[in-house]
């Protein structure tokens, strides 16, 4: 072959190269087998190795580094390298957008560009006519560090822009985004490590007796880093584009242009960024896509809000190192790091002892947090979660903090284990573990600490409903000897004199206590079945339960196969339904309960059927003037309707109370006619 036969192979062979590396890696795509693919890299190594003028920086042979430097030279930033301001709620975000709004015309119309914050490290590309030439990381955002090197062994990174593909026959036509190279150009992205294969090197690391690496974000910089870029190449890194710093040679006016003009040239932009019409729509999509964020394969440590338009962010500008026109909005923390001074365990209604850690007060996520669960034995054990050590904290939403383990660095020698304790600590009997349960039990029926939880369940909202009986009273009654089961809450009055005495029970509290054991007789069934408390009994078990006996007596005397014909009823339910009936203790409970007057009897069945809401679907939102959620629901069902949980097409009324939300919104746009309390009632009639 003629000398400039081989440099137009070679050209070739580089082109066809970036096109299929382009197809495997960013776009997840492939056209041709490993083998294939390995076969022209192989091919153009021998070209390169045999005539060494034709290896260039930018071929793809050069993805498996090579070079090994003492240090980095630096870059100085062809603008400055801006950082972010941080909105913490949505409130924060709304702020934003109109201090937004104000500096811009009144009637500026201001889309927003929603995209992931990828949680890795920034780089800065440049490329004169295609070829990238110099890679940066930002440094303190006036210069960085070249490592050009490293960069290009990141398979994501082009080397050359657009990527096109191979010159074909019958290739007449030229792709969209097969386009001319832009002259000069500047883009910023976030370069991170995968978390599977993150995982997947740590496995490897431990297993090979090594230390693991701490995280993602920390391992990509390391990576990025190398002084030998052979290593870095061993290395899956990624990379996200998403900020053009600087363009010439192509017109781009908007951020939502500009990600799709790096698409186009071949650069992998996240496919979860979004333009929206308004902040809300921004808010919404953000507060959706956070909560969702743990199953990606990246980290995110937020939402990056944009101004879409490119002469609205000129207008707006910075002020210091963050522009105007943008805003991470992200989660409040919410793990922190405390310690555990110690463990001690709890008590529940059905004898179970739950052990949770007492903490140094830590915040988290704009929360102070004093306890937090740990689960049973078997997690502290798993975990290796000793008193006095630096503990790690979670807070997910709304549940419960968590302890997610020990933060073993730091560690000083003088933690302990835990030993799980034998016997009940409020009623000292021995504790028993069922065969296949992580949790241990008291099981006297006579418990004091169970009774505790009884009572408190027994009169909360969602049961008996008897306002001003919460942990506290439940705490005074049980260690005053007044209740000895939940049925005596129905003979307290005969305390009454006792209960003044006490501090803090001046008359008009007793008097409102008592009126409100009164109120609690008139409940239904299926609140008083619920209010028992039976293990695997919800409110909605209850519902069906009440739905198919008349009383609580009648419920009482189920049989095994008489519970197993209803629908939707498990074996473990029937189990623990006639198990707890079986118990002496229950039967007497039952007896006590209706001479006290608690005796509710089912509502006829037929008129449910044929009720005035028969056939109706209701959804309910907000607080209501004066029955509670579970109460309207009862009272929509009582009249033959059907209650569900969320408004659409199907909903026929939405029962509207105060502080209602999102439901009505929705309710609105669909045309869904809403209700007050007052006027579900009438409709009953
Ligand atoms: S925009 C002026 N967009 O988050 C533009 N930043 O302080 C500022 N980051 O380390 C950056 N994903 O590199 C932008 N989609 C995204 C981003 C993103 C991650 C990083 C950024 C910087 C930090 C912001």
């Known amino acids: ?381 798993a975990n290796d979660i000793r008193i006095g050590d630096r503990v790690k904290v979670k807070r997910a939403g709304e549940v419960i903090p968590q302890i997610t383990g020990p933060v073993l660095e730091l560690r000083s020698g003088d933690e302990t284990p835990f030993a799980f304790p034998t016997v009940c600590p409020s009623c000292a009997e021995a504790l028993e573990r069922a065969e296949g349960e992580a949790a241990w039990y008291c099981v006297n029926p006579l418990c004091p600490a169970q009774l505790v939880r009884q009572v408190e369940h027994f009169a909360s909202r969602g049961a008996m409903d008897i306002e001003g009986l919460g942990e506290k009273l439940s705490v005074v009654f049980v260690e005053h000897g007044f209740l000895k089961d939940v049925a005596d809450i129905y003979t307290l009055h005969k305390h009454s004199d006792e209960l003044l005495e006490m501090e803090g029970f001046a008359e008009k509290r007793v008097e409102n206590l008592m009126a409100a054991i009164e109120a609690s007789k008139g409940r239904s069934l299926a609140r008083l079945i619920y209010a028992l408390g039976i293990r695997h009994v919800g409110g909605t078990i209850a519902e069906l339960l009440a739905a198919h006996f008349d009383s609580l007596d009648a419920l009482s005397k189920a049989k095994h196969e008489q519970l197993d014909e209803i629908r939707g009823l498990g074996d473990e339910i029937v189990t623990s339904i006639v198990d707890y009936f079986q118990h002496p203790a229950a039967r007497k409970l039952i007896k006590k309960l209706a001479k006290a007057g608690v005796n509710p009897q089912a509502a006829p069945r037929a008129a449910a059927a044929s009720g005035a809401f028969s056939g109706k679907t209701f959804v309910i939102t907000g607080t209501l003037p004066s029955m509670s959620r579970e109460d309207a629901g009862g009272f929509i069902k009582s009249h033959g309707g059907k209650v569900t949980d969320s408004v659409s097409k199907k909903t026929d009324y939405l029962v509207v109370g105060e502080a209602a939300g999102s439901k009505l919104d929705k309710a609105r746009t669909l045309g869904v006619p809403t209700l007050s309390e007052d006027e579900l009632r009438k409709l009953a009639d």
């Open 1 to 381: 072959m003629p000398s400039r036969d081989f440099a137009a192979r070679a050209a070739e062979l580089r082109v066809a190269i970036n096109y299929h590396n382009h197809r495997y890696h960013v776009l997840d795509a492939p056209e041709v087998s490993d083998a294939a693919f390995d076969a022209l890299v192989n091919e153009l190594k021998s070209l390169e190795a045999a005539h060494p003028e034709l290896a260039t920086p930018d071929s793809p042979t050069q993805r498996v580094g090579g070079t090994r430097r003492a240090d980095f030279g630096s870059v100085r930033h062809p603008a400055p390298m801006l950082s972010l301001d941080n909105a913490f709620s949505a409130d924060d975000v709304r702020a934003w957008y109109e201090r937004v709004r104000k500096a811009l015309a009144a009637d500026a119309r201001v889309q927003i560009v929603a995209e992931p914050k990828i949680d890795g490290l920034t780089v800065v590309l440049h490329y004169e006519n295609g070829a990238l030439t110099l890679g940066a990381t930002r440094g303190d955002g006036v210069e960085g560090e070249d490592v050009t090197a490293n960069l290009r062994t990141v398979r994501t990174i082009p080397l050359q822009v657009p990527v096109v593909g191979p010159a074909r026959k019958g290739r007449a036509k030229r792709a969209e985004h097969e386009r001319a190279a832009p002259e000069h150009l500047v883009v910023r992205g976030e370069v991170y490590f995968p978390i599977d294969e993150f995982a997947r090197m740590n496995l490897e690391v431990v297993a090979a007796g090594g230390k693991a690496y701490a995280n993602p974000r920390n391992t990509a910089a390391g990576a990025v880093r190398q002084l030998d870029s052979k290593i870095t190449a061993t290395r899956p890194l990624r990379l996200f584009a998403y900020n053009i710093v600087e363009l010439r040679g192509a017109n781009v006016a908007s951020q939502w242009e500009a990600l799709n003009y790096l698409r186009a040239l071949g650069f992998p932009v996240n496919a979860d960024s979004k333009l929206c019409a308004d902040v809300e729509e921004a808010i919404a999509y953000a507060e959706r896509w956070l909560k969702a964020r743990d199953t990606l394969n990246y980290e995110a440590d937020g939402v990056v809000l944009k101004v879409n338009d490119f002469a609205q962010q000129a207008e707006l500008g910075t002020v210091g190192k963050a522009p105007r026109w943008a805003v991470a909005f992200k989660q409040a923390s919410q793990e922190a790091v405390t310690r555990l001074l110690e463990i001690k365990v709890n008590v529940g209604r059905t004898g179970v002892i739950t052990p949770y850690a007492v903490l140094e007060p830590v915040r988290v996520g704009g929360v102070t947090i004093v306890n937090a669960t740990l689960h049973n034995e078997d997690y502290i054990r």
